[in-house]
């Protein structure tokens, strides 16, 4: 056991040995025997518990009564509330049902406007004249005589 080791027991669980770990508190009994040092660290800590165990707490008459007396302030419902409780309203008619489905539109309806608005790289081009100069060279080969 050393010094540092023992100051930190007493800052942690105080100076009642019964509050020190189990398997420390032999050790800490016999340290505090042992080493001067400790025991006057102890008998500080002690004295320090005393001090702090004589001052009574104040007194607040009324304190509970007037905390369970308080009226709640107003709950303030957050964006995703307000989307939710839009979609999902708690009457239950079939003129709200406009909106859930509106709700489930509308990424069909952005991707058909993105899909008509922009290319994405995918380019469509008319290469049906491109390979004529092709067929027109390998039909140059053939032989179209009469002869065969």
Request: charged share 15%.
């Amino acid at each position: 056991m050393t010094l540092d080791e023992f100051t930190h027991i007493l800052e942690v669980y105080g100076s009642d040995a019964e509050q020190w770990p189990g398997a420390q508190r032999e050790a800490c009994l016999h340290f505090t025997k042992v080493n001067a040092q400790a025991k006057a660290m102890l008998a500080s800590y002690q004295q320090l518990d005393a001090n702090l165990n004589a001052i009574a707490p104040p007194s607040f008459p009324g304190l509970e009564q007037r905390v369970l007396s308080q009226s709640l302030p107003s709950r303030q419902s957050g964006f995703l509330d307000s989307i939710i409780s839009w979609l999902l309203p708690a009457t239950d008619s079939w003129s709200n049902l406009w909106r859930p489905l509106t709700a489930a539109c509308l990424p069909l309806v952005f991707g058909i406007v993105v899909g008509n608005f922009y290319s994405f790289g995918i380019t469509i081009e008319d290469d049906g004249f491109q390979y004529w100069d092709d067929e027109l060279l390998m039909l140059s080969f053939n032989e179209y005589s009469g002869e065969q």
